[in-house]
């Protein structure tokens, strides 16, 4: 579990990166990594990235009224996605950090 002060940056960063997101229209996958990774390592840097994107995308679908059309429109991809997202989650215990370093 995480220490009191690295929750508190963890939280700042999001923070932080959601003001950036809402004043200029990007920020928080681009900006959280790198800030995050000042004190983390990339795994958990990334691993933290999903749960306020994940949170956010929820919240955007819920509202619109649409979620139906929507979900019949994007199946052929969401079953794809389904299907390899074990790709992307084993890749970080799998490939050397040095690549995932490259891509930031």
Sequence with gaps: MFEPVMLLLVVATFLSTGTVK???????????????TAALDLPTAMAL????SFVR?????S???????????????????????W???TAPTRVDLDLFLGLF
């Design 49 to 52: 990235l999903l749960v306020p």
């Design 22 to 36: 809402a004043v200029i229209g990007l920020g928080l996958p681009t900006v959280s990594p790198g800030l995050l």
């Design 63 to 85: 509202t619109g009224g649409h979620a139906l059309t929507i979900l019949g429109r994007f199946r052929p991809f969401l079953v794809m996605a389904t299907v390899t997202v």
């Design 57 to 61: 995308n929820v919240c955007q679908a």
């Design 87 to 89: 790709i992307g989650a």
